[in-house]
């Protein structure tokens, strides 16, 4: 008889908690999900007659109840300063992408969540795509699997990845349960042991989310703001329609304080002449009162069919000048990987986009 793969469960859907209860189900003692995920993730093994910490009869039945099954890389592209793209294929119709961007002390991957993204912010390459699907757990770790992989970091001896930042494609918080036990194993001292500082969930803003996310995980936070008024930051990230600016602002300080964090990243996109004035800059430094707060200035990153431009760097050094006279740690995100077009923004992969999907039900359904 054959085997079933549908049947089989992926065991890249599995954080540790969840993991130990798929043992305890199978009459196994939960220390078994730890060797498994060192297996998995310090080791890089896939194939269960190498896991020869297990007995032979466990690994005999894992070949027939589960997989370990990874998303697989279509192409590679590096750039000139170094940055590395990967176009990732999950399914026949579906792709998406994962950068690394080497720097001096760190080594950053962005991660995508989502196929496509539904939030459509007006000067977001990923948006204009509409929606298609969630990522799958398995199918966010696993970016991680393969970019360490791919960088010979084998056992994380290296650190060469040594930061998550969950700014690729889509919303993370719309895809709230797989990205949080993705994070988890992030963090999981049996897989990846980073510390909750190097793994940032970058947001749009969606309220409800952020506060349940206060209640399940303890990861960095980055909001990604780009205006300091409702009425301009409706038409750059419609989401702020249903969740303003100062409800915002408010659940930035609950997560703060629940989450005892040092600092929440604002990420303000510099778009010439729309939200780049030194008066919005003083708005800024006004708007991050109370909150332990750390601004990522941007540089707006073109793609095709966009009217936006990037503001002039001497715009950008004045409105990071207010920020800085404001008392807030400021800086000017360097583009990186421009050629590949890896930048921020510019993630495209392959979306089968289906209509786009109302935020609100889908905020409903999840937060
Ligand atoms: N959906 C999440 C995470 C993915 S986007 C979010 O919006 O936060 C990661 C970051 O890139 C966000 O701050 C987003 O606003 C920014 N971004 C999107 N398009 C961009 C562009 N064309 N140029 C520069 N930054 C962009
Ligand atoms: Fe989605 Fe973020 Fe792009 Fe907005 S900026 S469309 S939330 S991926």
């Known amino acids: 008889m054959g085997i079933d793969v549908e049947k089989q469960t992926n065991l890249l859907d599995l954080d540790r908690q969840s993991m130990e209860a798929y043992f305890a189900d199978m009459g196994e003692k939960p220390f078994r999900a730890a060797q498994v995920l060192k297996w998995i993730y310090q080791h890089g093994i896939t194939d269960f007659s190498e896991m020869t910490t297990l007995s032979k009869a466990l690994r005999e039945k894992l070949s027939d109840i589960a997989r370990i099954e990874l998303p697989k890389i279509i192409s590679e592209q590096i750039s000139e300063d170094g940055t590395r793209k990967w176009l990732i294929q999950l399914d026949t119709n579906n792709s998406i992408e994962t950068v690394f961007i080497p720097e001096k002390d760190r080594g950053t991957l962005c991660i995508s969540s989502q196929v496509g993204c539904a939030l459509d912010c007006s000067?977001?390459?990923?948006?204009?795509?509409?929606?298609?699907?969630?990522?799958?757990?398995?199918?966010?770790?696993?970016?991680l699997w393969i970019a360490s992989q791919a960088l010979g970091d084998y056992e994380h001896k290296n650190r060469t990845i040594s930061n998550i930042v969950m700014m690729g494609m889509g919303e993370p918080m719309l895809n709230f349960d797989n990205v949080v036990s993705a994070m988890?194993?992030?963090?999981?001292?049996?897989?990846?042991?980073?510390?909750?500082?190097?793994?940032?969930?970058?947001?749009?803003?969606?309220?409800?989310?952020?506060d349940k996310l206060a209640e399940t995980s303890d990861v960095s936070l980055a909001i990604s703001l780009h205006a300091t008024?409702?009425?301009l930051r409706n038409k750059l990230v419609p989401i702020n329609k249903s969740y303003p600016i100062a409800e915002l602002m408010d659940a930035c300080r609950r997560y703060a304080k629940i989450r005892a964090v040092d600092t929440i990243t604002f990420e303000y996109v510099m778009l010439?002449?729309?939200n780049d004035s030194e008066a919005e800059a003083?708005?800024?430094?006004?708007?991050m009162n109370g909150i332990p707060a750390k601004i990522n200035l941007i540089p707006f990153n073109p793609f095709p069919g966009t009217d936006y431009k990037c503001s002039s760097t001497g715009a950008i050094d004045k409105f990071r000048d207010v920020l800085i006279k404001g008392g807030i740690f400021t800086i000017t995100r360097k583009t990186r990987g421009e050629d590949i077009d890896a930048a921020c923004g510019q993630l495209v992969g392959k979306v089968m986009a289906r209509a786009k999907k109302h935020q609100h039900q889908k905020m409903d359904n999840q937060a």
Do not use: W
Not at 123 to 143: P, V
Not at 282 to 287: A, D, Q, S, T
């Open 282 to 287: 003083r708005m800024l430094v006004k708007l």
């Open 272 to 274: 010439d002449g729309i």
């Open 229 to 231: 008024n409702d009425e």
């Open 184 to 210: 988890n194993l992030m963090k999981e001292d049996h897989a990846y042991g980073l510390s909750r500082r190097r793994v940032t969930l970058s947001t749009s803003g969606l309220v409800p989310a952020i």
């Open 123 to 143: 000067f977001c390459s990923t948006g204009k795509q509409g929606f298609n699907r969630n990522l799958s757990t398995g199918e966010i770790i696993g970016q």
